[in-house]
């Protein structure tokens, strides 16, 4: 079964500092990646996501991330951090199966605090 | 467009009891999934349905069921509710109809507690 690991729990970090936060997965086959956000008091959206081609995508609000298959790893990046990026972040991982792939396997998530 | 929508948005039942969650999906979209979050488990996928019909189950006891109808409408009823069972539930809907979206909508949740 795959697994996805997110190593940071809380990162707090002052406005305009760069961010990066990690996501590793077990999965040793051909996989979809997602990065989901979910603001204070709001749903679950849809930050940036990967299935093939330039494994550097680019998502809403700045963020980024980059699939590096090597090293099974989906980090998310983002240069300069705003208040308003306050929220829990989480890293998915889904298998292509012939009709979709609606079962995503979340991350734990990670809390990220900015401090103005 | 409208969203997601769950109710109830919150709930309180005992040990024993059973609950039912209702979930619209945004409309045209016709697959549901449904999650589980919890403080020390995160999200855990719990099942999937598509044109009423179940694609996808978690490794979820069989106390948790789900159903779809023909208006992509879903419900999930848990019974014999237990402690652990409080969590917040969270339904998603997607466009797919049979490619890849990867792009699941979600609603705000249906916040259990079993005491």
């Known amino acids: 079964a795959q697994s996805v690991s997110q190593h940071n729990h809380h990162v707090i970090l002052s406005e305009a500092a760069s961010l990066e936060l990690g996501c590793n997965y077990s999965?040793?086959?051909?996989?979809?990646l997602f990065w989901y956000v979910q603001y204070p008091g709001q749903h679950l959206q849809l930050l940036l996501k990967?299935?093939?081609?330039?494994?550097l995508v680019k998502g809403i609000k700045g963020f980024e991330a980059e699939f590096i298959k090597s090293k099974f790893s989906f980090n998310l990046r983002k240069p300069s951090v705003q208040w308003s990026d306050t929220a829990e972040y989480f890293c998915?991982?889904?298998?292509?199966?012939?009709?979709?792939?609606?079962?995503?396997?979340f991350g734990t998530g990670t809390r990220l605090t900015i401090i103005p | 467009k409208a969203g997601v929508t769950q109710t109830p948005r919150y709930l309180i039942k005992t040990r024993g009891q059973q609950v039912t969650l209702s979930c619209s999906p945004i409309?045209?979209?016709?697959?549901v999934s449904w999650y589980q979050q919890t403080p020390g488990q995160g999200l855990q996928f719990l099942f999937e349905?598509?044109?009423?019909?179940?694609?996808n189950k978690g490794n979820f006891p069989g106390r948790f069921s789900g159903r779809q109808f023909s208006n992509s409408r879903s419900e999930m009823n848990v019974s014999t509710l237990e402690l652990g069972d409080s969590a917040l539930y969270l339904c998603?809907?997607?466009?797919?109809?049979?490619?890849?979206?990867?792009?699941?909508?979600f609603g705000e949740g249906s916040r259990l507690t079993v005491l």
């Open positions: 998603a809907s997607s466009t797919k109809s049979g490619g890849n979206t990867g792009e699941l909508f």
């Open positions: 999965y040793g086959g051909t996989v979809n």
């Open positions: 990967y299935f093939s081609g330039d494994p």
């Open positions: 998915a991982v889904a298998q292509p199966p012939n009709f979709g792939n609606e079962k995503l396997t």
């Open positions: 409309s045209g979209h016709r697959s």
């Open positions: 349905y598509f044109s009423e019909t179940q694609r």
